[in-house]
């Protein structure tokens, strides 16, 4: 398949599913589109019906070119990481990998516009992020949830109101910042640097003021970032954790024992907020984007250095932390089951604390004077109780 001919049907799946976010290629299945985070079957008008082998290695072949790293990387590794873009100028973040023997391929649709803070309606906090000096600030989740979008808005805030130097270190670059108040130079891991520490080590010696690490997978990555962070660096990263929690927990165990003590206390001088995202559907179809935020603060450093207890732990002092500008998750799906964005399944099904949010959905309906219960009558069975005392 040559690559105007990709392109051409790309276009075509595009147009007929708008609010599109992945393209699966999978041996055995239809082309299939992600949407809403549901799968759906999609015409592909070069397979009749179910992707065969030939199909996705076409495809592959097509993605991949003349490009011997990437090449080298499905054959050694079973998978590779890459940006392809059409002339349309839309671009797509794409995975190829091998399983049982066949290739498969998840090509995730980019922005091509970097939007704003207050267009995407993102906590107003991510623009005190932005006017950070120093220090560490990480953005949690899994894989899709939104963080890197979430990044590149707080980038984007700093690119519009200040003359920084800014370097960028991903895999692949995904979103395309234009040269604005700061000076972007953004790297991408196998073309211009071969692994994140060492791309990371390197920026070190070109003079930025902030770092962007697309994820902090290593003990040799995280020991730059502190040192970074101690040097005067603000440096943005990311981590597939499901809270605060288990990222402080996470970056602690990418270290020996013995260093733990030395760890927490770097970690408390440095770490500046922890940001989690997760993906919700909404009611009238669509996802919104709920977050877990922490500050640094007194607490919270007092329980890194010390690790959690009773009454100290950070979601407790996350829940009781709003001036601080922090928020739970539960808190997040309360207030977007009480504005009608979300049903209580959702709610309470993405809820970490389900009690928690079961007390705020009761008192919601409470004050609306809705029913908080499905028992609407209790009625004592005495005829039971007479055959009893018989």
């Known amino acids: 398949m040559r690559r105007i001919e990709l392109d051409i049907v790309l276009n075509e799946l595009l147009a007929a599913h708008p609010r599109i976010s992945d393209l699966n290629?999978?041996?055995?299945?239809?082309?299939q589109v992600a949407a809403d985070g549901q799968l759906h079957a999609a015409n592909f008008p070069?397979?009749?019906g179910k992707l065969t082998p030939f199909h996705t290695e076409t495809i592959a072949l097509s993605l991949l070119g003349n490009n011997r790293r990437l090449i080298t990387d499905l054959l050694r590794h079973?998978?590779?990481?890459?940006?392809?873009?059409?002339?349309?100028?839309?671009?797509?973040r794409v995975n190829i990998f091998s399983q049982k023997g066949f290739l498969s391929i998840v090509m995730r649709l980019l922005a091509n516009k970097v939007q704003t803070i207050d267009e995407l309606g993102l906590p107003q906090c991510f623009k005190l992020m932005a006017r950070e000096k120093n220090g560490i600030i990480l953005f949690t989740g899994a894989t899709g949830a939104g963080k890197t979008t979430s990044l590149a808005t707080i980038l984007n805030e700093i690119n519009e109101n200040f003359p920084l130097h800014v370097i960028t270190l991903e895999d692949p670059i995904e979103y395309l910042h234009q040269q604005k108040r700061a000076t972007f130079n953004q790297r991408e891991l196998g073309t211009d640097f071969d692994t994140y520490a060492n791309g990371?080590?390197?920026a070190l010696r070109q003079a930025p003021h902030v770092i962007l690490v697309g994820e902090m997978r290593d003990r040799e990555t995280a020991e730059i970032a502190f040192n970074a962070a101690e040097t005067g660096h603000l440096v943005f990263s990311t981590l597939h954790t499901i809270s605060a929690g288990h990222t402080i927990n996470r970056i602690l165990g990418m270290f020996d024992t013995e260093e733990e003590r030395q760890i927490r206390s770097r970690l408390a001088d440095s770490l500046k907020w922890v940001v989690g995202q997760r993906l919700l559907p909404k009611i009238n179809g669509g996802r919104v984007a709920i977050f877990e935020i922490m500050q640094n603060?007194?607490?919270v450093k007092d329980s890194i250095i010390n690790g959690e207890s009773e009454g100290k732990t950070f979601y407790e002092i996350i829940e009781a932390g709003k001036s601080y500008h922090m928020q739970t998750f539960d808190q997040h799906i309360i207030k977007l089951f009480s504005e009608g964005i979300i049903d209580e399944d959702t709610a309470i099904t993405y809820a970490t604390s389900k009690s928690a949010v079961r007390i705020g959905i009761d008192h919601i309906k409470n004050t609306k004077g809705e029913k908080t219960s499905d028992i609407e009558e209790l009625k004592i069975d005495?005829?039971?109780d007479i055959q009893r005392k018989r």
Do not use: Q
Not at 25 to 31: A, H, I, S, W
């Open 297 to 299: 603060n007194v607490r």
């Open 78 to 92: 079973g998978s590779c990481d890459l940006s392809y873009h059409i002339k349309e100028g839309l671009r797509f």
């Open 200 to 202: 990371l080590r390197a």
């Open 25 to 31: 290629f999978t041996v055995g299945k239809p082309c």
């Open 382 to 384: 005495m005829d039971w």
């Open 46 to 48: 070069l397979a009749g």
